[in-house]
Each structure stands twice: as C-alpha cells, then as structure tokens.
C-alpha cells in the first residue's frame, strides 16, 4: 500500500515530442504529489507538484495530470528539448508525526530527448 | 542545493567498520530527511527529523541510526558498514509544513 508504481522506465523521444510519465498509488492517505528531475551526478530537484483536489497544475512546459478516483497521476512535458534530458522520479507524502511527511517513490524514468 | 551540504561527498570503506555522514543546513528548518538512492529502487527513506533530538525511522531504517543533537546538523551513521549499504545517499530539508523537500548533493559510499 505504501508503493508508488511508475512507469516507463525509460522513454526516449525527438525533440519537440510529448513525453508522457505515469504513476500510480494505491494508499488513499497520500495527499501531495510532487515530481522531481535529476541530472546524473546530482541531487533531485523539485520540478512540479499537485495536492489530489487539483485535476491538473501547469508550469511552463511541464504539467501534471491527476486522477483521483483512478490513483494515477501523470507528467507531461511540452515540446521536449535535449536539456530535458534527465531522470524523473514521481513521489507520494503522507503526513507523519510532528508535522513531517514521508514521501515515497516511484523507481525512475530515464528520458532522453534526441535533437 | 537549498543551502545544504554533505559531507564527505566521497567515501569508500571497509565492512564491518563504522561510517558517519553530515548533513548541514543554514536556513534552521525544522524537518530534514536522510535517503539512499539504488539502481532500481529509486530513493527510499532511512530516517528523518522533524526536531532537535526528534527522530523517526523510514522504511530501509535497519543497520543505520541518526543523531540531531542541533538544527542545521543531522547525522547518519552506519554502526557496522555492509556492502550491502553501498549506495548515494542523499539528505533533503522540508522550509515547513505543505512545503516540499529539498535535496543535497549527496554522498556515494562504497563499502568494500
């Protein structure tokens, strides 16, 4: 119930594509979604994020897709550029002691956008 | 990197012998995260804080401890290092509550 199942696992595409990402969770007690990138050598980095009572959120090229009866929710990256280039980890917070949160993640996708 | 570094970001040991990782902060949140990253398995949670000597387990918590004994240090050690802790380990601050986390740049250990 704790799992974050995402998929694919790796993705490549031309340049100027819609790459699309999926996850899936099955514990209803998660309440923030957020979507990371990271560059080989690096930290992930925050890139977008949804609360469930949002169908969708757009931040410049980058949107996430929401579906809260189906427990899936998706990332979809506007015309893909070779910088896009990077891992992309989905991630599920639920709300623990002490006002923290843990958050779970989905395994990676690796994408590759071709010029 | 959020104002977040560790240290050592390099360190490569020996079974059985014990291994301390820092991560230090200078913006004083509250809550902070220690994660190993692994091919395969994505990022998964050791411990976290959410306060000065506040800790809890994560979900890969076993063979490893942590210590906060003031704000901006959180430590993670490993008591008897195995290869099977060889890994990226990554340390993530949270500025607040529905707020989301922060990574460091992340320390690769090799245990031989």
């Known amino acids: 119930q704790q799992q974050v199942k995402q998929s694919p696992q790796s993705l490549i595409v031309q340049k100027g594509g819609i790459p699309i990402i999926n996850c899936a969770y099955e514990?209803?007690?998660?309440?923030?979604f957020p979507w990371y990138q990271q560059f080989p050598g690096k930290g992930p980095a925050l890139l977008i994020a949804?609360?469930?009572?949002?169908s969708e959120k757009k931040e410049g090229r980058f949107t996430i897709s929401f579906n809260k009866s189906a427990k899936q929710f998706s990332l979809h990256i506007m015309d893909s550029q070779p910088g896009d280039s990077a891992t992309y980890f989905c991630?599920?917070?639920?709300?623990?002691?002490?006002?923290?949160?843990?958050?779970?993640f989905g395994k990676g996708t690796k994408l590759t956008v071709n010029p | 990197d959020a104002g977040i570094t560790q240290s050592p970001r390099h360190k490569v040991t020996e079974t059985g012998t014990p291994v301390t990782l820092r991560c230090h902060q200078t913006?004083?949140?509250?809550?902070m995260y220690w994660y190993r990253q692994d091919p395969g398995h994505g990022l998964r949670l050791i411990h976290y804080?959410?306060?000065?000597?506040?800790?809890d387990k994560g979900e890969v918590s076993d063979g490893y401890s942590v210590s906060r004994s003031k704000t901006e240090d959180f430590l993670l050690t490993l008591e008897s290092a195995t290869s099977s802790q060889t890994s990226v380990y990554f340390c993530?601050?949270?500025?607040?509550?529905?707020?989301?986390?922060?990574f460091g740049p992340g320390t690769r250990l090799l245990v031989l």
């Open positions: 993530a601050i949270r500025p607040g509550e529905r707020e989301t986390q922060y």
């Open positions: 514990n209803t007690a998660f309440d923030y």
């Open positions: 949804i609360r469930p009572d949002v």
């Open positions: 991630a599920a917070s639920i709300s623990t002691q002490g006002g923290s949160e843990k958050l779970v």
């Open positions: 913006e004083n949140h509250r809550y």
């Open positions: 804080s959410y306060g000065v000597k506040d800790t």
